[in-house]
Structures are given as C-alpha cells and as structure tokens.
C-alpha cells in the first residue's frame, strides 16, 4: 500500500491495524505547492503588564518587536487554492489560521495566524532548567 493510502486510511485516527492514531500528518510537495503569505502574530507586548516600564519609559518600551512576522513565499497545499474568506485550517506545528478576507486577492492569499499551538519543546527546556 502506498504511502498515501495509508494516510488516508488512518485519517480518522483509528488504522486498520488497530492503532490509535493521534494525528496524520500530509506532506505537499514543493513542486505542487502553492505560494502565499502568511502572518504570524503574537503577543503585543513583552511583559504582562505593559505599563511595567524602566525609569522615564512608558508602555512603549514594552513593545514586541516580533507581534508580527510576514512570511511572503510559503508552500501550501493545493487545495487552500480554492478556500473561502473566513475559512480556518490547522497547519503543521504553527497553529491555527484563517484566510484573511481584506488582505486577500483573486490570486494573492494571505492567511493570518489567529492561534499558536502548545509549544512542547519550550516545556522540555524549562524542566531541564
């Protein structure tokens, strides 16, 4: 069975050979991809409390300078061609996004990250100290 079999046999999460499958993951090739923009946001600010400034700074200070990252040439699967405006997909270990409908043109689709998925690794690193 091909590869692509399988993942389509396993795609409810429950294999024929009795397994309980977490997740599937489905590669894209680059040559089949499709190239668009994604933006990835996160928090505004650095600290809890915004207004938590050194000396003489205010709020401002406190400023992310990585809220926003713009990722202009990403592959994505062929079939987010033909997503709707408002439709929301998970994509692979970055979270969960949307098809932003004001940015996005006949041809030029921008997908906003609307959630970021648990970092487990983050996890990790803090256990180990």
Known sequence: MSNAQ???RT??????????VKAT???VSAKD?????????DTLFTKRDPDDAP??????ANLNPRS???????????????????NR???????????????????RRVFNRIVSLKDEW??????RG
């Open 6 to 8: 399988d993942s389509l």
């Open 11 to 20: 795609r409810g999460g429950d294999a024929p050979d009795g397994r309980k």
């Open 25 to 27: 993951i489905h590669w």
């Open 33 to 41: 991809a499709g190239s668009t923009e994604v933006r990835l946001y």
């Open 55 to 60: 000396e003489g700074k205010d709020f401002r």
């Open 68 to 86: 926003l990252e713009i990722l202009k040439s990403c592959k994505l699967e062929p079939s987010l061609a033909a997503a709707k405006a408002g």
């Open 89 to 107: 997909f998970q994509f692979e270990r970055l979270g969960y996004f949307y098809l932003d409908p004001v940015a996005s043109k006949e041809g």
């Open 122 to 127: 983050a996890k990790v690193e803090k256990k």
